[in-house]
């Protein structure tokens, strides 16, 4: 089991990052890990691009993911996981979910929303896992579980055995939420290695 | 499970735990103005039993009630970002010769890259210059363990203790152990004039008192369990504090370190001892050369911002290439991709006004802080200038009074509602004594949104959501002197327009107030308006709607062969579209589109 490591979450302000990372810390604190986050709040919330710092080991001091070293990208939009591939290295592997949000430039008709952007990663040799969470969410009938089933899919590069995320669920989410979080957990970890 | 409630280790962000910090070391009275990233602190502190917490309208008045409260014995705490010090100032450099009689605490959050402020100042200066203790924490556990720190300084002290925390301590999350709340002292009244009024004779005893205090603090500082030397191996040794302390220990593991905990006043034996050991001295820290300007002061040789970059936040890998270049490996370049910076939301009342203004090309704009700052950008690009809370009101006044009768009509000053609270009814007043033909918009969204909706005193509601008195705008307006005052809704495009151009053509200094609820409030979450979508085959590709810039309205190009294949015109070059799920039912874009391509489905 890896004793340490650096999972990033990025994607645009609205789409449930914060309560995504907050279960995987959870998780990782659950499986004895020291854990540290960091998140920013205040202007960055309106719709711009948004990341958390997840980082776990025995013993934690930065809260920060230096470039070059996140393990996993947990990316909830396609281009917001290019933005980030000054902090990958060749071993990452990148959990992308492949909804596309126009960035306002391309919403005005002024730029273009780049074509396959993600061969630029793959290019690198970096491992890239793509899934459609929102296709999940209607699965299972709640389109705000689309978080939830990224932390399924990137469960998958994690020791911490699945049981612990969905106790997790338990714990911290709302009971009325709780049935198809836990759904969408599940569907989105079989996602990856089906 | 571990980290539940009923757990003694939890989970929390630097600001919950500076609030169980503040919580445990008994404060009673606390006061605060919101402001990232300082704002979770006072909103979590009121959940406890057993302390007064309140908004107020500005960090002036909150350090104020703080410095009251302690004057009357008990522990009072005041909260508020880097900036708000700047307000705060005039109380906090004479509460330093006051001292009082409960501890007073006041919190600093700076925000080094100005990931959500104007500026980047670096307020352990303030320290220095008002001459107060100041403490700053590394990490949750330990802002909630200096917490009662600060408390026991400022006591032993008898003066106010700064302590300063930065985005990575304040939206931090780490496992923090909690403890129990110290006894608390019943509040009293004490006349000790010689000691609170300030008149020069007794200020001029206090400020002696300033200098032993600031004496026994620099002894204290030596044997402080705060300030530590961490053994290591190897000739080069770190002193550093707050954040960039996690950073020196994960760049540099092995090495010896000097973590300070007070960042003033400084151990200057301790440090002189430590710089003994080593051969190299690298002072690191975020941000100004504080630490290394006054080492240097003691004639310690030691790099600093030679090798540490003075601008923005540091990491460890920064840290690590500062210090030994070759050791960091080449990293993968960004690419070249379409930014995505914040916006208003969709809905925004905000963007009504924006659009407006973004129409009247020779009006110049003076605009402030809070979510209208967004309507700086494209495609509205309808702000001129923002320097800091209120300046929109009194820089429109100064801007027309240098422009004299050629600046009639020209200037318009914009702000919301708290910032109208904060600090433009002032520039209001001035406005109207010194006969300003500038026009002031207040956008009235009833709350703070920005920070993360904070009730204010227009909100007609308390800290806590309890219902509070909510001032009268207008009335206020008129009381100041205002001889004009319209009130519109800014959803109504057109309506507004015409109000904006007979106030902005007036001679008369005039108040335009623009009224409808943020949509992020939960009471308009909940009342959701019937959404709009676009009738596709009426679309003419005229972009009337596009230019609102709202996120929910996307503009997809067409080539002439698409266009004709969807049935418009080979010249169409595009057509918009409203993603449903985003749109928050403003109309706004509906008031605009001259082709009746866009309606509710109710409507429809
Ligand atoms: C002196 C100072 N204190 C606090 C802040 C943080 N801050 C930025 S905007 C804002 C208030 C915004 O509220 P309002 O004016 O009502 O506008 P809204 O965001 O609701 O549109 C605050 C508190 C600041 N920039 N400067
Ligand atoms: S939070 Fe409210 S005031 Fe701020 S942009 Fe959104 S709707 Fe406008
Ligand atoms: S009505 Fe139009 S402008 Fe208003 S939120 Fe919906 S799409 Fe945006």
Same mark, same amino acid.
């Given at each position: ?5 650096? =999972? ?6 609205g ?6 990372s907050?279960?995987?810390a959870?998780?990782?604190?659950e499986?004895?890990?020291?854990v540290?986050?960091?998140e920013?709040?205040g202007?960055?919330?309106?719709g711009?691009?948004v ?24 990316a909830f ?6 933005r ?6 060749k ?17 005005l ?5 780049p074509?396959n952007?993600?061969d ?9 896992v ?9 699965e ?14 990137m469960?998958n ?11 997790? =669920?338990?714990?911290k ?6 049935e ?8 989105g970890?079989k996602?990856?290695?089906? | 499970m571990?980290?539940d409630?009923?757990d ?5 962000s ?11 070391a008994g404060?009673?009275v606390?006061s605060?103005?919101?402001?990232t990233?300082s704002?979770?602190?006072m ?9 007064y ?9 909150g350090?104020?009630v703080?410095?009251?409260a302690?004057f009357?014995?008990?522990r009072a705490?005041?909260?508020?970002k880097?900036v708000?010090v700047? %307000?705060?100032?005039?109380p906090l450099?004479?509460?330093s010769y006051?001292?009082g009689?409960?501890?007073?605490v ?5 925000? $080094?890259?100005?990931?959500s402020?104007?500026n980047e100042?670096?307020?352990?200066n ?5 001459k107060?203790?100041?403490?700053e924490?590394?990490?949750?556990a330990?802002?909630?363990?200096m917490?009662?720190?600060a ?5 032993r002290f008898?003066?106010?203790v700064?302590?300063r ?10 496992v ?12 009293s009244?004490?006349?000790m004039?010689?000691k609170f ?5 007794n200020a001029r005893?206090r400020?002696a ?5 600031m004496?026994?603090?620099r ?15 190897g000739?080069?040794g770190f002193?550093c ?6 950073y ?24 002189r001892?430590f ?7 690298i002072?690191?820290?975020e941000?100004?050369p504080?630490?290394e ?8 040789d030691c ?5 540490? $970059?003075?601008?923005?936040e540091?990491?460890s ?15 993968f370049a $960004?690419?070249?991709l379409p930014?995505r910076p914040p ?9 009504g006004?924006?659009?407006n203004?973004s129409k009247m090309k ?9 979510c209208?700052?967004?309507g ?7 702000m ?5 809370m209120g300046?929109?009101v ?7 009074k240098?422009l ?6 020209k200037?318009v000053?914009?702000?919301?509602d708290?910032?109208?609270m904060?600090s ?5 007043l001035?406005a109207v004594?010194n006969e300003?033909?500038a026009t002031?918009i207040i956008?009235d969204?009833?709350?703070?949104a920005m920070?993360g909706?904070?009730?204010n ?8 959501g ?16 205002v001889?004009? %005052?319209?009130? %519109?809704? $800014? ?6 327009k ?9 001679p008369?200094p ?5 009224r409808?609820?943020c ?5 308009m979450?909940k009342?959701k308006?019937p ?12 972009m ?9 309205i996307s503009w ?9 294949e ?5 010249k169409?070059?595009?057509?918009a579209?409203?993603?449903e ?9 509906a008031?605009?589109?001259k ?7 109710e409507e429809?």
């Amino acid at each position: 089991m890896r004793q340490s490591g650096n =999972i990033l979450f990025s994607g645009v302000g609205g789409q449930g990052i914060l309560l995504a990372s907050e279960l995987t810390a959870y998780a990782q604190l659950e499986a004895g890990f020291d854990v540290k986050k960091s998140e920013v709040h205040g202007m960055a919330q309106r719709g711009g691009s948004v990341e958390a710092h997840l980082r776990y080991g025995e013993r934690v001091y930065s809260p920060l993911i230096d470039p070059g070293t996140a393990d996993i990208l947990v990316a909830f939009e396609i281009l917001e996981a290019a933005r980030y591939l000054p902090y990958l290295h060749k071993d990452s592997a990148v959990v992308v979910n492949t909804q596309k949000i126009l960035p306002p430039a391309v919403a005005l008709g002024k730029m273009e929303y780049p074509d396959n952007i993600l061969d630029e990663l793959t290019d690198r040799g970096i491992k890239v896992v793509a899934i459609d969470a929102f296709a999940v969410a209607k699965e299972v009938g709640e389109l705000r579980t689309a978080n939830v089933a990224m932390v399924g899919a990137m469960s998958n590069f994690l020791a911490a055995s699945p049981q612990v995320f969905l106790d997790v =669920i338990d714990k911290k989410v709302k009971p009325a939420f709780r049935e198809v979080n836990k759904q969408a957990f599940e569907a989105g970890r079989k996602l990856v290695y089906n | 499970m571990a980290f539940d409630d009923n757990d003694n280790k939890l989970w929390l962000s630097g600001n919950e735990a500076i609030a169980l910090g503040a919580w445990e070391a008994g404060v009673q009275v606390a006061s605060g103005y919101p402001g990232t990233p300082s704002t979770e602190i006072m909103g979590n502190l009121v959940r406890y039993e057993g302390v007064y917490g309140e908004w107020a309208p500005n960090e002036k008045v909150g350090l104020e009630v703080a410095i009251g409260a302690s004057f009357a014995g008990v522990r009072a705490f005041a909260t508020m970002k880097h900036v708000g010090v700047n %307000v705060a100032a005039d109380p906090l450099f004479t509460a330093s010769y006051t001292g009082g009689r409960g501890g007073l605490v006041v919190l600093t959050a700076d925000d $080094p890259q100005m990931h959500s402020s104007q500026n980047e100042q670096d307020n352990r200066n303030y320290a220095f210059a008002a001459k107060l203790p100041m403490l700053e924490p590394s990490d949750p556990a330990e802002a909630k363990a200096m917490m009662r720190t600060a408390f026991e300084l400022s006591e032993r002290f008898d003066c106010p203790v700064l302590f300063r925390t930065t985005t990575r301590i304040a939206h931090v999350k780490g496992v923090v152990e909690k403890g129990e709340r110290v006894a608390t002292k019943p509040a009293s009244v004490e006349k000790m004039p010689a000691k609170f009024v300030m008149l020069p004779g007794n200020a001029r005893m206090r400020r002696a008192e300033i200098e032993k205090r600031m004496a026994a603090a620099r002894e204290l500082a030596e044997t402080l369990p705060e300030n530590r030397v961490e053994q290591g191996s190897g000739r080069r040794g770190f002193i550093c504090a707050g954040t960039s302390y996690n950073y020196v220990k994960e760049a540099f593991p092995e090495a010896p370190v000097l973590k300070l905990g007070m960042v003033w006043p400084l151990p200057e034996g301790m440090i002189r001892d430590f710089a003994a050991t080593v051969d190299e001295l690298i002072v690191v820290e975020e941000l100004d050369p504080f630490l290394e300007t006054h080492i240097k002061a003691m004639g310690i040789d030691c790099h600093g911002k030679d090798l540490i $970059p003075s601008q923005g936040e540091l990491n460890s890998f920064i840290v690590r290439k500062a210090v030994e270049p070759d050791s960091v490996g080449e990293l993968f370049a $960004p690419l070249d991709l379409p930014m995505r910076p914040p916006n208003m939301c969709a809905g925004c009342p905000h963007r009504g006004i924006f659009y407006n203004l973004s129409k009247m090309k020779d009006v110049f704009v003076s605009g402030d802080i809070g979510c209208y700052t967004l309507g700086f950008l494209p495609p509205l690009s309808a702000m001129d200038s923002c320097v800091c809370m209120g300046a929109s009101v009194t820089v429109a006044h100064g801007m027309s009074k240098a422009l004299g009768e050629d600046g009639m009509g020209k200037v318009v000053a914009v702000l919301g509602d708290s910032t109208f609270m904060h600090s433009g009814m002032t520039g209001l007043l001035n406005a109207v004594y010194n006969e300003s033909n500038a026009t002031v918009i207040i956008l009235d969204n009833r709350t703070t949104a920005m920070t993360g909706h904070q009730n204010n005193p227009a909100s007609g509601k308390n800290i806590k959501g309890e219902p509070a008195h909510a001032v009268n705008l207008e009335k206020l307006c008129e009381a100041i002197g205002v001889p004009r %005052v319209r009130v %519109v809704n $800014p959803h109504e495009i057109n309506k507004t327009k015409k109000v904006l151009k007979e106030e902005i053509a007036s001679p008369d200094p005039s108040v335009v107030i623009s009224r409808a609820p943020c949509v992020l409030l939960p009471e308009m979450v909940k009342a959701k308006k019937p959404v709009y979508f676009t009738n596709l085959e009426n679309c003419s590709g005229c972009m009337a709607c596009v230019r609102l810039g709202c996120p929910a309205i996307s503009w997809h190009p067409l080539t002439p062969e698409q266009a004709e294949e969807r049935g418009y015109t080979k010249k169409q070059k595009g057509y918009a579209e409203i993603t449903e799920v985003q749109c928050n039912g403003c109309g706004q874009c509906a008031e605009l589109c001259k082709f009746e391509a866009i309606s509710t489905r109710e409507e429809n």
